[in-house]
């Protein structure tokens, strides 16, 4: 199989492995698939070309074949469901593997995206150390509740799957802030997770692309 992937030219996460094409790149290193990345500027992302592929003018999208996809978790679970490797064989555990899927990016982290968005568009508005509060406590019990099913598991559910390689990508948004680490065994799951041989390669293409835009300005 070949496919191609989209990514941000000019990143703001400053290499940070934030940008959601982390997260395939990431399945697909798992996966041992070989891929391309079409790099794109904003103003490409939101151009008819790159609107045919997603509509809302965002990355990642994967192009395999015929096959058009947006949402990186869309995608993950489409790749999951065609290569072995991120989603257990058995039905239920498979199902309780896409389940945490589901719960890293419906559960977890909407209230982790609205704090560091409020941190980025609010801080200087009348409201932000009012509101601030609440949006930390929302997320220290989505933590609170993640760390007492992890306990001292290796992963969230048996082996390793494509559920614990979003969750990770959700809970790397927290770099900002000490709240992981209010919780060392959430800690450790993400240190175990980022020490994984694909998770290096993938982060290291993606650092890469965002080296190669800082030196050119």
């Not at 798992?30 to 079409?38: I, S």
């Not at 008819?48 to 995608?75: K, V």
């Not at 239920?92 to 419906?106: E, K, Q």
């Not at 949006?135 to 099913?149: F, G, H």
Request: proline fraction near 6%.
């Amino acid at each position: 199989m070949s496919c191609t992937i989209t990514a941000i030219e000019h990143s703001p996460d400053r290499g940070r492995g934030l940008a959601r094409d982390m997260r395939v790149r990431w399945a697909l290193e798992e996966l041992g698939l070989p891929y391309e990345v079409r790099l794109l500027s904003f103003a490409e992302m939101k151009e008819p070309a790159h609107l045919a592929l997603n509509p809302f003018g965002q990355i990642p999208t994967l192009q395999e074949g015929d096959l058009a996809l947006f949402e990186s978790g869309a995608i993950i679970l489409h790749l999951a469901g065609q290569f072995p490797g991120l989603l257990p064989q058995q039905a239920n555990a498979r199902a309780r593997a896409i389940a945490w899927m589901f719960a890293a990016l419906n559960t977890v982290e909407p209230p982790i995206v609205e704090w560091s968005m409020a941190r980025i568009l609010e801080s200087k508005e009348t409201w932000f150390d009012q509101r601030q509060p609440m949006l930390v406590e929302r997320i220290r019990s989505r933590l609170a509740a993640l760390s007492a099913r992890l306990g001292d598991a290796e992963w969230l559910d048996g082996g390793f799957s494509a559920g614990d390689l979003l969750m990770v990508t959700v809970l790397m948004r927290l770099g900002a802030s000490d709240l992981v680490e209010e919780h060392p065994n959430l800690a450790a799951y993400m240190a175990r997770a980022k020490a994984r041989p694909a998770f290096q390669r993938a982060f290291a293409a993606q650092l890469a692309v965002y080296q190669a835009s800082a030196a050119q300005g």
